[in-house]
């Protein structure tokens, strides 16, 4: 009765036991505090409660159980939970998958998974938690691995269901027994119920467990909880348990608990227990009876009237097939389904008997991940998934979504038809203890499935998937994310990151760590290890001494740099072994993050220690690292696999032992053209044979593949070392490298020869690099050896090298079958039609084609068999051929090009005769036909036959220009070896040489020839070309002249800038004379009288006072032309061209005088050195200066800056070439000069760090000071630079001791610190020198704490105290009191204050008066009060300001000890208040008066003279006397403590500051009034240091203090400093504190002082920089109403509301409103509230404040009728109270007994209408 009872929560007919009204009654008082969950409930839910109640009710016949059910109805299908069914709320059985230190992985039925957070597990851990992050006093709570463990079994409710960004579900769970247990009450609780719990408190004998339960305490004794659920004696609070109920007192009140194990007939539940439904809890034991067998589960019964389900996965493998309806069984509740109370079970063993154990891994290990192939379809179960499996017998679950791809149709039947499966397990479930598997094709596929599958050093890609401050998030697969940290985005530090990557974009990493326990990935974008060849360092056995890798640095430190690589493999490089240089200061020439290349020297992997070396890695001193084992011999013949194509070659594997190596380009053929056209074909994979090793070295193996070269070395024609290279020896080599003078021919095994220029051939070679193409392949004979040198010459020359018989043909039919092969490759790859057709055409075939095009260089065919293909036909072979646009012809084929599909035909006739027969050893003249590359096709006389030549004769063959290229049209003479020859494809093979064709000798060949031009004649020639230094004339006999630029124009037409050769135009015709003439070969300027001048170019002139025959021509030589130059002339140069390398401008002046000109001669302004060539372009006009000529040797310096020597005073230019701390700059001065420049002479503002802003090879302008041992003394500063200059520097040069005094303040470099002191660079000459007692208050026993702290170069300011003009000697002082800036040392250093002068004597007097037994009771009392006061100055060290230096000084005025005893006291007293705060802005006017002179001041002087009189004349007091005098002292000290401490009164001297100061040292009103003493004794650089001490003194916590000074200091440069200083101080304090108040200030600042141009553009930058921030729009709002722009204020209130949040735009609406009524136009502040309020009428709030705004600035009409609008409101009546007060208060102040009574009439009618409401 009771289950029933509780179902019915709205009554119902039965008649209710006592004991159940009160249950129901109190659940009804329970349900009042939570009505959240009731509430939550829609109406469809609460009809079903009430079905669920009828269903309960009517029990009685089966027919009206069918009728009436609509929860826990009896299903049609058994299917698995899905997570689509899965709903907040729902109870679930889990299982401890994982645990970490603030989530809980979970396993849940049917493969589900869920997380719980370390939220989630009960309210005292949660108030645990929050205490101690609140107070780290709070006792150690336990984590979450200590209180769940893996495999553990938990009760759990669905807290909430979290979409994640990819869209799926994300089950968030929670063991709270307040909602695990939540349909449970005090009333229901009975004994044997098992329930779940958390450790709620531990008590002396048990523990206080939270059961979830609304007015019941649960307790479990201590004796039978330990060891159950913890490792530990003890549980912990927040532990999970599951107790059973043994005892229930006081109607639930009082529960007592146990964990004793129980027998599964003792766990299971019976109808007493008053199970319900609503309560029903997972994981309760039940006896049911099977009621249905299905193919997909089993329906059960069990409490006689609940239904449930078991799908197959929980089902007892070994009974499956056994049960049968009407059988009982053992179940365990999995899971109830909120809704429809849908009860899910299960019957597996390790669930059903109490105190099984669940493994949470399987037995056969982690295969999660794992392909599985072969599995086979076992069973297939419909809306569910199917059994798979596995090869060893393993069963494995396939969910329905991945029988199929994502978007695919679902097809079960084929599924199950097909024999074997590839599977990859997903997971594995531990509360279903199966594994679950996927057969889609595209999750096998992954390449990474989970963290195990990623090794450091792969290379992965991935999507970006969020940039975050520290890095970039990509994602490689859907479960798989790494971080790419900042240093790692790319090679270089990127500043803004988020302009290059893009969320969503594709990139590509190299893994850098796994923790695969963690889940954690760290990735790299940086190129250089991306694209790294190099090993990798992934564990410390990989790093042998000798092996190179990558690495890039993590640390930089003085004594070296910590280089990282994979795996967090890590090692030092130590300083010395960074660079070949010294380097003093790693940090500037290396940055964390660089990518680095090092070599290891030394390593210990058992200590995880490496030493590296990048100096090693530079020299490339690597270990043979990359050489493989096994190795290959040269000259063996092999057989490789292309790996990878690169530009310059092959990267292969030598097979079959994957050896790498490499085949170059040029190494492919003997023929150059098929060289490309092997790289071409040959793809990633193809296998390559009859290769060859000709060379092996340290890096790499080199392969060749040229026929000639394989034949050399397998025929012995090869020397293995130098020492077998013998004179005369003939080898087959390549040509490597070729040069000016001479190739240099590589041969097998890496030797390499020189063949000189005149060794090359038997012609005359003019140009070497143009004779060869590297890569040609060559014979060569050895003519000379160097022993000593191990080099050797050798000769090309073809007369003198002898190649085998037939070696010309062999090389023939090699090319033309490699061609063939190509071709066949191409066909076979593309598999087109038209590449397998062109594959098939050979030379000589017949085409039917039709005429497309006809044009001047010949036609276009096209063929029905070759669509597509290019069809041409020169000129020369359509000769006489009339054709016409769509004419029928026949074509012979004479070249076919395979990749770019076209064909070359001739259509002559006498290709198509009849071919005639041909004889071996008969001789013909043939006629070059088509020519490509290597190869011609030539027509053999009138035989029509066709065949195939190379075009060259031999291999060395060399053209020296086109002529002598072989060219269409051309005869050979040819003699036939074969006349069928079937490598040919049936061609004639036959040998050739050039036939002799008349030819001209000319006279440089030796011949008598024509006289040539003489000098002086007049000659007539048509301009051919315009060149910028030249002007090239074709004569009337047809040759070539010559006009150089300079012989164009009169000297007097050339103006600076203009070309004079681009006056002339091409065409025209001019006349010229002869003046010189130039080589043929070199175009060498050679004078009239050389004699191979009949043989030269002529060399003329246009000017027209040389063409007049009268005119004394005299023909000039290059030694006469410079002779007649002088150093310092002015000269008219011409621009030939710039030499980068050389840095230099080569001119010319003359057809034979050229000169150069240095890049620091040349410019003048340092910008222009990027490009010179742009500021002097070749062929124009320059006004130059000689610098130096000379005519033997050559030599000829220009200069274009007008200064051809250095000189004192002058402004050039001069380039960096090393920078020393210790010195300067060390400088280049063109002309061969060096300079240097000190670092006083950098600038005429001195600025700390002078020497970073400059850099190796920068161009300077520097002033020429003074020259001193062959060095000049150089100068940077404006003031020299620029003469005209007014503005005075702030610090001037020091020229002589004479301009330095005693007193003056002046800044310096400190040079050097030793024992003698701080030695401060004044100026390049002068140095001065400040003792360490001048250089710092505090007490340093080492110099090198200054050393240490002050680098060289370190700017200080000192104060001269004395000048030795004799000794040439400065002595200065840094103290402070002497600079007015603050200490050179910080006070963190807690370094002991120096005693000085009076205050020295005292101190040491004291010490000695302590240990005498005969002084004064004063005395006596002194001595521990000076050292209470030392002790105290000690504990203090870490914070002191250093103002007690400043104490101690002022103190020495004072004489008598009584003076110094009242001070201490009141220093001490006064440290006693808490420091003075400043509440609002600081004014310098407000509260500054002086503190007037205290008496005691006054009598203390009095005093002092009295002791010295005494201490003349000591005489013996009595007792009286010096009781009177001590009584009078304390009354002194008194009256002094009391004005002290008056806080009305300021002190009148930096003394008293002082004093008050180390009382408060972080109050910024003392700091400011002591700003303010020095302001009104106009003391500005005191006012200065005052506020920088006070910066450093303020604690970092006190941010308002700090800003109160900050505020303070911006105001002093404001009215006393410059814009740029104030702009620094702006600067500084942005970094210091919060921006937004300091922008606030400073916008006040400006305002207040009427700079209202500068207050805008602040409040413009804080608009755009806090345009989420509130205040600023208003503050901006303010400041423009002010100014009276109200229209800006009304579009910038339009501004704040597109900027701020949408809750933020009524306020700020509102605040402009008021802003309006203050500042601007109260109609329009008005209107605003009015659109306000119509919108949100029920803010009563804006209503209350524009009724005070409208009482104060409206007429009272207006007012009234606001009123009268406030009081009809729909608001509450409490608040319509406040405003009929409001509006009666109003009236009788300002209105009429009339208008009085009319608001109470009013107040009545109201109170009248809303009656009941108003009366409440």
Known sequence: MASMEEDFPRGGTAKKPTESKIAVQRAEVDNLFQQSSEQRETKKRKGAVKDDAKKLKRQKTDKEKKDGLTLNAEIKCVEILHIKNVKEGMLMLGCVKEVTDFEVTVGLPCGLQGYLSIKNICDSYTKLLTEQLDSADTEDICSLPQLFYPGMVIRCVVARLDTTRGGSLSIQLSVNPKL?????????????????????????????????????????????????????DELKVGQYVTPHVEEVKNDGRVVRLSVCPLTAAQACINSAQGWTLTNLLTGLLVKATIKKVTKHGLLLDFLSSFSGQVDFLHMEPEKASRYTEGTEVLACVLYVEPCSRLIGLSLRSYLVNPGAIIEATPAGGDRIGEVVKDCKMISMHHMSGGILELPDKTLAFVHRNHLKEANASANENRVMAMSEHTCRILDFSPIDQIHFASLRESIIKKPFFRYHDLQAGQIVEGTVSVLLSFGMMVH??????????????????????????????????????????????????????????????????????????????????????????????????????????????????????????????Q????????????????????????????????????????????????????????????????????????????????????????????????????????????????????????????????????????????????????????????????????????????????????????????????????????????????????????????????????????????????????????????????????????????????????????????QKVTAVVLHV?????????????????????????????????????????????????????????????????????MKGGMNVAVEVIEPSCQEMQGLPLVAWKRSAPDRQHTTSEGETGPKGYRFGDIVQGKVKGVRATSILLTLEDGKTGSVHVSEVLEVSEVHKGTCPTFTVKVGSVVTARVIGGREVSS???????????????????????????????????????????????????????????RKSLEVTTSP??????????????????????????????????????????????????????????????????????????????????????????????????????????????VFLLAKENDKWQLSLRPSRLNSEQVKSAKDPEVLSFSSLQVGQIIRGYIKSVGSQGIFIRLSTSITGRAELQKATNFFIKDYKVLSDHLPVNTLLTTKIISIDKEEEFVDLSLLPADTGKPEILPESLGLPLRWTGEEKERHDLKRKTKRTLSES?????????????????????????????YFREEDDKEDEETKSESVKQVTQSSAGPSRLQVAAGFSWDVGLSSLKPASAMQEGDSSDGEDQEESVKPQKKSRHELEQEKKAAEKALVQREVELMDPSLRPQDAAAFERLLLASPNSSLLWLQYMAHHLQATQIEQARAVAERALKTISFREEQEKLNVWVALLNLENMYGTGESLKKVFERALQFCEPMPVYQQLADIYTNSNKIKEAEGLYKTMAKRFRQNKAVWLSYGTFLLQQGKSDDASALLQRALKSLPSKESVDVIAKFAQLEFRFGNAEKGRTLFDKVLTSYPKRTDLWSVFIDLMVKHGTQKEVRALFDRVIHLSVSVKKIKFFFKRYLEYEKKHGTPGSIQAVKEKAMEFVETRGSEAAS
């Open 180 to 232: 695990v247990n939540k349909a449970l009450s005090s009333s229901s609780l009975k004994a044997g119920m098992v329930l779940s719990g958390c450790v709620d408190s531990v008590e002396d004998h048990g523990y206080i467990i939270d059961i979830g339960i609304s007015g019941t305490k649960a307790f479990l004794p201590n004796k039978p909880a330990i060891g159950i659920h913890s490792n530990s």
């Open 1083 to 1141: 175009h060498r300027f050679l004078p009239f009288s050389h004699p191979k001048f009949v043989y030269t170019i002529p060399e003329l002139t246009l000017i027209p006072s040389k063409l007049d025959k009268s005119a004394d021509l005299k023909p000039e030589t290059q030694k006469a032309k410079l002779e007649d130059y002088k150093v310092g002339q002015d000269v008219v140069c011409f621009v030939s061209k710039f030499h980068p390398e």
């Open 1152 to 1261: 034979c005088v050229n000169g150069t000109v240095e890049l620091l001669a040349a410019i003048t302004d340092p910008k222009d050195a990027a490009h010179p060539e742009k500021l002097y372009k070749p062929g124009s006009a320059v006004f130059a200066k000689v610098v130096e000529v000379s005519a033997s040797p050559q030599r000829f310096v220009l200069s274009f800056t007008g200064v051809h020597k250095l000189e004192k005073g002058i402004v050039t230019l001069g380039m960096v070439t090393n920078i020393q701390p210790q010195v300067g700059l060390f400088v280049k001065l063109p002309f061969g000069g060096h300079g240097i420049v000190s670092v006083t002479d950098l600038a005429d503002a001195y600025k700390p760090n002078p020497l970073d802003r400059y850099s190796k090879d920068q161009l300077l302008r």
């Open 1417 to 1445: 009771e004063q005395k006596q009392t002194e001595v521990p009060k000076k050292k209470k006061k030392k002790t105290k100055k000690g504990k203090a060290d870490d914070n002191d300001s250093g103002v007690e230096a």
């Open 603 to 886: 390593c210990d992997p058992d200590k995880a220690k490496m030493i590296l070396s990048f100096k090693a890695a530079m020299e490339g001193d690597t270990e043979e690292t990359a050489r493989p084992q096994i190795d290959c011999e040269v000259g063996q013949r092999l057989e490789a696999r292309v790996l990878k194509k690169c530009p310059n070659g092959l990267e292969v594997a030598i097979l079959p032992d994957e050896i790498p190596a490499i085949v170059p380009t040029m190494h492919l053929s003997d023929q150059i053209s098929n060289c490309h056209l092997l790289w071409e074909s040959l793809k990633e994979g193809d296998n390559i044979s009859n290769l060859v090793c000709c060379n092996k070295n340290k890096q790499n193996i080199s392969l060749s593949k040229k026929p000639t070269v394989r034949w050399s070395l397998e025929e012995g024609m090869v020397a293995k070392d130098f020492s077998e290279v013998t004179v005369g020896m003939q080898l087959i080599g390549w040509i490597k490298n070729m040069m000016s003078y001479g190739v240099f021919v590589e041969f097998p095994y890496g030797l390499v020869g020189l063949a000189p220029k005149s060794a090359m051939s038997s012609k005359f070679v003019s140009d070497a690099t143009t004779a060869f193409q590297v890569g040609q392949t060559v014979i060569a004979k050895v003519t000379n050896l160097d022993e000593e040198k191990r080099r050797f010459l050798v000769t090309l020359k073809v007369s003198e090298v002898n190649l085998p018989e037939g070696s010309d043909q062999t090389r023939l039919i090699n090319g033309l079958q490699e061609r063939k092969a190509v071709a066949e490759m191409l066909a076979m790859r593309d598999g087109s039609d038209l590449l397998q057709q062109l594959a098939a055409l050979s030379v000589g075939e017949k085409l039917k084609l039709t005429v497309d095009d006809v044009m001047e260089n010949g036609a276009t065919f096209v063929s029905d068999d070759l669509v597509g293909a290019t069809i041409t036909a020169t000129k020369y072979q359509i000769l006489n051929a009339q054709l016409t646009q769509g």
């Open 897 to 965: 090009d395979i990749l770019s599909s076209s064909v070359h035909v001739s259509i002559l006739a006498k290709l198509f005769a009849k071919r005639k027969t041909l004889t071996e050893g008969s001789k013909y003249t043939a006629k070059v036909q088509h020519v490509d590359k290597d190869f011609a096709v030539v027509s053999l006389d009138d035989t029509a036959q066709l065949t195939v030549i190379q075009t060259r004769n031999h291999l060395n063959e060399i053209f020296r220009s086109e002529s002598e290229k």
């Open 476 to 601: 490689v697969s859907d479960h798989i994310k790494g971080l790419v940290p900042r240093t790692h985005l790319s090679d270089i530090v990127l500043k803004n990151p988020e302009k290059v990557l893009k969320e969503g974009m594709k990139v590509k990493c190299r893994v850098l760590t796994v923790d695969v326990e963690n889940k954690k990935l760290y990735l790299t974008r940086k190129k250089a290890l991306l694209e790294s060849s190099l090993p990798l360092f992934l564990s410390y056995a990989d790093t042998r001494p000798g092996r190179v890798s990558h690495g890039y640095i993590v640390c930089i430190k003085d004594f070296g740099c910590i280089v990282r690589f994979y795996n967090n493999v890590r090692g030092l490089v130590p300083i010395r072994e960074l660079s070949s240089e010294h380097i003093i200061s790693p940090e500037e020439v290396f940055y964390v993050g660089q990518v680095v290349k090092a070599k290891v020297l």
